[in-house]
Each structure stands twice: as structure tokens, then as C-alpha cells.
């Protein structure tokens, strides 16, 4: 009896927040060793480039525009971290919030105090797993979930600070442009990338994963950067930004400068040109302050190095993890006699009521890292679970999985029909 395919291209559109930001003055990278060797001879590399302050007259201010998370000019930095330096700041530094709110270096230390990391004891019990792999995926999963980029922020001018001679500080502009700290973003429900990536450290080291990192991005063919909090597995890093899924630096330079105008971003597509990789831990003197390395720059072609090609047998490992997953959530069995369902004329014989759903997911072939392989098939596994797919599953009693390739997209075909 001949049949007809139930065909339906699912496309998985990953709206990426990652565009409004620009003042992000603390950002990590990831860096093998051999890197953070080649970078130990790099002298000042925090350095702003470009940021400088106008000689005036007595009595006249000395202006500072710092570069918040709506603008990219650079920020004047009134603490230096030099390459490879570990710097604690006193309690005393961050009672002038001036000091803090408006550069993100110092907001490292000045909103990831006792107070906040205790502050998030509960959600960090609540969210984290059972290693770092599963605990930052379901930090970015409930990130993407529960906090929303803040556009309307985004949009506000740069911060400018006056420094008077004697000796007041006062921000002229962009005074509400100011950094939050981890409980005000959950409190707000929203933020920008700074505001993400101080949450994210704060969450990651509440649960006792350390040393974590911050990612200080700069593009070559945009003024406005980001800041992004990271991880280091096995010598690599790995972003961790917003929402799922997790990459490896090379996957991360493309997400960038190749695919957010598929996304809809508003800014466009932008290259990478240096990560600053800042080291965040918590001092183990039991004084709960923050210790920061400043480990240097990384440029782009140090991290496009790190890009991980998915392979045949990867598709192959992906296809028997979600049809393990599939098995284990509904009454139904594995049967290989279903592959290509969609190629054939007719049913097999001793089958009925067969279809297929085509599921694409934008650029997650390109995104796949093995690192990662267990959040990133389960992941997909949901993607799936569409109302009308479910459906066709639970009249089914046997089923297939295919996952391919096309470009850079993931291609997950689900085949279905009643044995008889």
C-alpha cells in the first residue's frame, strides 16, 4: 500500500543576545598551555588602546568615558591588572560604587562579594549537577529561560566620569548605565552581556567550580564588545553565553562572524580581534575575596585554532544518544527497518500508519564539541518534542533516528510506524 511521508521542516532559530553590549572590560578566553607561555612575554596586554585622558588647566575636571555595556570606546582604568599578576582588592575599594559600576575589571571583584555568593546559595544548589559539563548547561538553559537581554539598556549612552580637582567624582552621562551585580539581575530579570557574564562566574564559583573566566572581546569591525563568562575542560575553553548551546572558542569565533545575520541581529556580523582572559577565583583564605589574573590576549587566529569538526561517527553517537533517549521516554522500540523511511515508495511489509519529521537545527553541526556530547544530544532530544511529534509517537510502536549533516545545520530525521 503506498504511503505518504509526513514531512515537517522544523527549523530551530537560535536568537542570539549577544550584540548589545560594548563596554565589557572583563572577558575570558580560553588558552592552551603552550599559549599562556607565548603570552607571558605579552607586557600590558590590558592596556586600553585607545582610551586617553586631555590635559586641562588647574581647577578644570579631567573627563573619563568609560566604555559601558551600549557603547564601544575604551574605559580608563584606574586599576591596573598586569599580564599575569593576581590582584585582591580591599572591601574599602567598593564601598564608592563609582569606582566599580561603570568598569567591569573591578566589578569582578565589587559584585562577587560573601554577601552575593550567599546571596545565590539556594539557586546554585538548585541548578548544578553533577559536573561542570551539566551544571553550566542547565545554568544556561535557566539564564535563558529566566533573564532577558535588556535592549533598552543596551541603548543608553556611554558612562562619562569627572574627576574634579578636589578630588569629587562625578558621572555626567550615562549614570544609569551601571553594572549589576548577580541578586539585582535576578531581581530585574534582565540584563546585557556583563550583567550575564558576572551572574554566571558568581553562580559557577557559588557551586565550588574554580578558577572560572571572563572573556573581555574586542572586534575589528565594531566598536562595541562583549563580555562573556568561560570555562577551562581539558586545556580548553569554552564560552559560556547566554543560552545554549555550549562552544569551543573556534564554533564561537564563526556564531560571530558568520551567522548572526541569519539569526536576525540587529548589529550585524563581527569579527573577533583579541580576547582579554581574565582568572576569577576565590581566595582560598578562607576571606572570601575574589583573585583575578589578567592572563593576557589571544588573537583571532590563536582561537580559531581550537574549532572541533563533527565527524560521521559523531553524527552516528548523536543518532544512538537521542534513540536511547527516545526509548526511555515513551513506550516504544528502536527499529533499524525504518531508516530512509522518506526515500520509500511503500510501507515494509508488516508495517502501517508510517511517517517522518525532518528536524533541522541551525548551525549545530558546526556548534557540536564532544566535550559536550551528553547536554548537547539531550539538548537536541527536546528540540524534538514538538506537540504533533509527540503525537505520532505515542500511536507508534516502533521508530527510527537518523541525524545528518547539511552545511553547517543538524539535520535530525525521526522516522515512525506501527508494527503489525
Known sequence: ?????????????????????????????????????????????????????????????????????????????????????????????????????????????????????????????????????????????????????????????????????????EVVKGKENIIQTPTETIKRGKGICSDYAILTVALLLEMGYQPVYLFDIKFENNPVGHTTAAIKIDSSYFPIDQLPPVLDLGSYYEKWAEHQERFGNRIGNKKISTITVYQIKVNESGKSRIEVVNLGNLTAEEIKQFDYAVSEKDLETISSSIIALVEKNFAIRRDPNLNDLDKMKYMPPGYRDGGSWKIQLQYFADYY??????????????????AEIVKDLKKSNRFWVKVEKEEGDLVVKLYFARRV
Not at 103 to 124: H, R
Request: charged share 20%; aromatic share 8%; with cysteine.
Open 1 to 169: 500500500m503506498k504511503w505518504i511521508t509526513l514531512t515537517l521542516l522544523v527549523i530551530i532559530l537560535l536568537s542570539v543576545q549577544l550584540s548589545g553590549c560594548s563596554e565589557l572590560k572583563e572577558k575570558v578566553s580560553w588558552a592552551t598551555h603552550e599559549v599562556n607561555q607565548n603570552l607571558k612575554n605579552l607586557k600590558n596586554l590590558n592596556q586600553p588602546d585607545s582610551a586617553q585622558t586631555t590635559p586641562s588647566p588647574p581647577e578644570a575636571p579631567v573627563i573619563e568615558s568609560t566604555s559601558s555595556p551600549a557603547s564601544g570606546t575604551q574605559t580608563i582604568q584606574k586599576m591596573e591588572l598586569l599580564t599575569n599578576s593576581t590582584v585582591l582588592i580591599s572591601p574599602e575599594f567598593c564601598r564608592d560604587e563609582i569606582r566599580w559600576r561603570y568598569v567591569v575589571e573591578n566589578a569582578i571583584f565589587c559584585a562577587i562579594n560573601q554577601n552575593e555568593l550567599l546571596n545565590l546559595s539556594s539557586l546554585a544548589l538548585e541548578l548544578r549537577r553533577n559536573d561542570i559539563r551539566e551544571s553550566v548547561w542547565n545554568i544556561l538553559e535557566w539564564e535563558n529561560a529566566t533573564i532577558e537581554y535588556d535592549w533598552e539598556k543596551a541603548s543608553l549612552p556611554s558612562p562619562e566620569i569627572v574627576y574634579w580637582s578636589d578630588g569629587r567624582v
Open 369 to 386: 564539541n564532544p566535550v559536550f556530547h551528553k547536554q548537547f544530544s539531550e539538548y537536541v532530544f527536546k528540540q524534538m518534542l514538538k
